[in-house]
C-alpha cells in the first residue's frame, strides 16, 4: 500500500478542513494491518514531490519498487498539477508491464461515499451515518490527563482526554461511546464542548468521557473512542442540580442504546 503524508491538499493550500484528519497517519497503519496489508510506503508529500510529472512517478517510483498491478481509485490524479489521470496511468505504466486496475465509485444511497461526505456527517453529528459510509463507528484516540476534577464532585467522573493527533472533531455535544483501554472495552457516554456552564470561553472543545461501571486509575493512559450515536446538543445549565440531572438522562439514553449493541 502507498500513502502520502501530509495531504497533499493540506500541503497545497488548497483546503483548511485538510489541517483535520479522519484517519492520521498512526491510525491508518493500523487499518492497513487489521486488513493484511504487509507493507506501507509512506510518500512524504512537499512541495518538491508535488512538481513530479506523471511520467518521472512512473519511472522514478513505481518501476523501482517492482509495482506489478497499481490498484486505484475512479477520480485518482497524480502528478504536478494533478496532470495525470487514471487513464495517463494505464498508458505510462503499460511498456513497463504494469497492470492498472480502477475502482468504481462506491455509492450508498445514490451518493458517492467520500471524506468529504463523512466529514460533513461529523459536523452535523450524524455519527450513525459516518459509521455506514466508513464501515466502523468514527473514532478518536487520545491520552488521559488532568482535568478539573468537578465530574467527581458531582458523582460523575470522567476522563480528560487529550486527543493525539489533529483528527476532525465531531458536532460539540454528547455521545454514546465505547472505548478502548488497556485492551479492555467499556461503554459511556462522551461529552464534547466548552462547558458553558462553568466557563465563558475555552480555546477550544474539551473531551470528557465517564466510563460506565469502571473503577481505577486512567491517568496517563492511552483511550480510544468509537462514536456510537448523538444524543444532544452542548447546552449551558442555570444550575449545578439541573445539569446533574440532565448528566442522569444521558447516561441511561446511552446504556440503552448500547445494551442493544453488546
Known amino acids: 500500500m502507498m500513502t502520502f503524508h501530509p495531504h497533499p491538499k493540506e500541503v497545497l493550500g488548497q483546503g ?29 508529500f512537499d512541495l518538491t ?16 519498487l517492482h509495482v506489478r498491478r ?11 498539477r494533478g496532470a495525470g489521470t487514471t487513464e495517463t496511468l494505464r498508458v505510462l505504466c ?8 480502477i475502482i468504481d465509485p462506491f455509492l450508498q444511497d445514490g451518493a458517492k ?24 463507528a468514527y473514532a478518536v484516540t487520545g491520552t488521559v490527563m488532568h482535568g478539573e476534577g468537578r465530574g ?29 483501554v488497556d485492551g479492555q472495552r467499556y461503554s459511556g457516554v462522551l461529552n464534547i464542548g466548552k462547558k458553558p456552564t462553568f466557563h465563558d470561553d475555552l480555546p477550544k472543545p474539551v473531551f470528557e468521557a465517564h466510563l460506565f461501571d469502571f473503577a481505577g486509575d486512567l491517568y496517563g493512559k492511552q483511550m480510544d473512542i468509537h462514536f456510537i450515536d448523538f444524543l444532544r446538543a452542548e447546552q449551558k445549565f442555570s444550575s449545578i442540580d439541573q445539569l446533574i440531572a440532565q448528566i442522569h438522562s444521558d447516561a441511561q439514553q ?6 442493544a449493541i453488546i
Open 16 to 44: 483548511d478542513q485538510y489541517v483535520t484528519c479522519l484517519t492520521p497517519l498512526a491510525d491508518k497503519i493500523d487499518r492497513f494491518r487489521q486488513l493484511g496489508v504487509d507493507v506501507v510506503y509512506i510518500v512524504q
Open 94 to 101: 503499460e511498456p513497463n508491464d504494469i497492470a492498472v486496475d
Open 152 to 180: 467527581r464532585t458531582i458523582g460523575f467522573p470522567t476522563a480528560n482526554v487529550e486527543l493525539s493527533a489533529p483528527y476532525v472533531v465531531p458536532r460539540l455535544g454528547v455521545y454514546a461511546i465505547f472505548v478502548q
Open 70 to 80: 497499481a490498484v486505484v481509485g475512479f477520480d485518482f490524479s497524480f502528478g504536478a
Open 113 to 136: 461515499v467520500s471524506s468529504t461526505r463523512i466529514r460533513e456527517c461529523l459536523s452535523a453529528g450524524e455519527v450513525k451515518q459516518s459509521a455506514q459510509l466508513m464501515g466502523t
Open 49 to 64: 514531490f508535488a512538481a513530479v510529472t506523471p511520467e518521472a512517478f512512473v519511472t522514478n517510483i513505481l518501476t523501482p
Open 254 to 259: 446511552a446504556r440503552t442504546i448500547l445494551s
